[in-house]
């Protein structure tokens, strides 16, 4: 699976959107990019996925760019229950396989 | 509604006891799979299934059993072999199709005294 890079933390005020970039630069053409969020003391959430055409969903938007070398997570409004570590997840699908979670964005939305 | 449960959501035990630790899913799920999280830590695969009554080891395997006796159900257990039993365990599941994204439960934290 490819390695991405993401940063470390971001700070959102509430209502606002939040950006979340992640790099792929090694991403192979079947692999897609996925994105998760862990809360504090819970099992991660599946939040949305893409292979190379942007993606919406009732929880967030995708944009991967032309290259497929990055992505950006888009939470429109953002709350401060979507407070978590956002996880940027590249694999190829097709079978039981696990899922690499490197060491994530920990987004804090400020009152 | 559709889900995976895991119970206990603590558990504690003593040193040298095994333990078994529940996963359901009722989403019809043809793969389950047990995840290892030590604190600031990234998921660690213990043991995966994609079919009844077979199941794989991950990267963790050592000092955990598991089987898959029904599509529904695939309990962990920590046996006394697990030299670093602490942690918070996570299942999950997802079909064998298309992106198969993998769906979660809420963990249980087992905590060996």
């Known amino acids: 699976d490819a390695k991405t890079t993401q940063p470390t933390s971001m700070d959102c005020a509430e209502g606002r959107a939040a950006n979340l970039p992640c790099n792929h630069s090694t991403i192979s053409g079947n692999e897609y990019v996925y994105w998760y969020r862990q809360i504090h003391s819970q099992g991660p959430q599946y939040i949305i996925h893409g292979l190379k055409n942007n993606e919406t969903n009732e929880m967030a938007s995708l944009i991967i760019t032309e290259d497929r070398k990055s992505s950006t997570l888009i939470l429109p409004h953002a709350t401060l229950r979507d407070t978590a570590v956002y996880y940027c997840i590249v694999r190829a699908p097709g079978s039981a396989r696990q899922l690499t979670f490197g060491s994530g964005t920990q987004l804090t939305v400020l009152p | 509604d559709g889900g995976i449960t895991q119970s206990p959501k603590y558990l504690f035990r003593k040193e040298g006891q095994n333990v078994t630790l529940s996963c359901e899913q009722n989403?019809?799920?043809?793969?389950m799979y047990w995840y290892r999280q030590d604190p600031g830590q990234g998921l660690r695969l213990i043991y995966y299934s994609q079919i009844v009554n077979d199941f794989q080891k991950g990267d963790i395997a050592e000092g955990y059993s598991v089987s898959r006796e029904k599509k529904e159900s695939f309990p962990l257990t920590v046996t006394s072999a697990q030299k670093n039993p602490t942690a918070f365990y996570l299942c999950?599941?997802?079909?064998?199709?298309?992106?198969?994204?993998?769906?979660f439960g809420p963990g249980t934290r087992l905590t060996v005294l």
């Open positions: 999950a599941s997802s079909i064998l199709s298309g992106a198969d994204e993998q769906f």
């Open positions: 989403l019809n799920h043809d793969a």
